[in-house]
């Protein structure tokens, strides 16, 4: 690869990634009020890892950042007191794609 191609390699994905950006919401809550007691929400793109998630509280509201066309996983990890957690997820334009209320039955399926 030439100096040029790198160059212009670079200058490409600078564009591409300026345009193509986008955030999902993650909405947490605990309805205890003390936070999701070790669960977490993990989040991968395109398989790899870009963070964990919790609610520290009763309510929080954190983001994702991620490339237009990425393949996004939500994967919930158990912790104590799971009957006390709900979680939302929105996607970048503000449609929920999930909406859990986590019961004693979800750990069953």
């Not at 670079?10 to 990634?17: A, E, G």
Request: contains cysteine.
């Amino acid at each position: 690869m030439t100096l040029k191609n790198l160059f212009l390699g670079f200058i490409i994905f600078y564009v591409n990634s300026f345009n193509a950006q986008c955030y999902y919401q993650l909405h947490m809550y605990d309805s205890y009020g003390d936070g999701w007691n070790g669960a977490f929400l993990e989040v991968t793109m395109n398989g790899v890892h870009v963070g964990d998630f919790d609610c520290d509280v009763s309510y929080t509201l954190d983001s994702v950042y991620s490339f237009s066309g990425a393949t996004m996983d939500f994967i919930f990890h158990s912790g104590n007191w799971d009957s006390e957690i709900t979680f939302a997820i929105l996607s970048p334009i503000g449609d929920t794609l999930i909406c859990l209320l986590y019961t004693s039955d979800a750990a069953d399926e």
